[in-house]
């Protein structure tokens, strides 16, 4: 369960960061997260299975959307559409 915890916190400290403002519209704090976060997730989902681990994914993918949309039309321009 300490991976739980471990995922709850690290969504608690993006939440709480994504509330104050900042120059560069949060973005390296963003990627610092992400390289944070892919570990915590494989993590979970290691300890409780897939379905923890997807719901951890749809809760982290919910709050860093931006850089999953950037990413989205980066991959759409590469492959043309």
Not at 44 to 57: A, H, K, M, R
Request: proline share 4%.
């Amino acid at each position: 369960m300490l991976s739980l915890v471990s995922a709850c916190v690290w969504l608690l400290v993006v939440n709480i960061r994504a509330m104050f403002s900042s120059r560069d519209h949060h973005w390296r704090f963003a990627y610092a997260m992400i390289v944070l976060g892919i570990p915590i997730l494989g993590w979970v989902t290691y300890e409780n299975g897939p379905w923890i681990g997807l719901l951890v994914l749809l809760a982290a993918a919910s709050i860093l959307r931006w850089p999953l949309i950037y990413l989205w039309r980066w991959i759409k321009s590469r492959l043309g559409s």
